[in-house]
């Protein structure tokens, strides 16, 4: 299983926030963090923001 290359941040969320990603996780059988970076990934996107990946 390859390594996944990322870095950790701790962040506290507005607990409606959090209670809102969790569940949208349980639908889409996702962890909490899969689900957050790609909330993430996908506001970025519709800020036409690229990611850059790092090797």
Same mark, same amino acid.
Do not use: H, W
């Given at each position: 299983?390859p390594?996944? %290359?990322?870095?950790?941040?701790?962040?506290?969320?507005? #607990?409606?926030?959090? =209670?809102?990603?969790?569940?949208l996780? &349980? %639908?889409?059988?996702?962890?909490?963090?899969?689900?957050? #970076?790609?909330?993430? =990934?996908?506001?970025?996107?519709?800020? &036409?923001?690229?990611?850059?990946e790092?090797?």
């Amino acid at each position: 299983m390859p390594k996944y %290359k990322g870095k950790r941040n701790y962040v506290t969320f507005p #607990v409606a926030v959090y =209670e809102t990603i969790e569940r949208l996780a &349980e %639908k889409e059988t996702k962890s909490f963090s899969q689900m957050a #970076v790609t909330l993430c =990934e996908e506001a970025l996107k519709s800020r &036409e923001i690229t990611i850059k990946e790092n090797d």
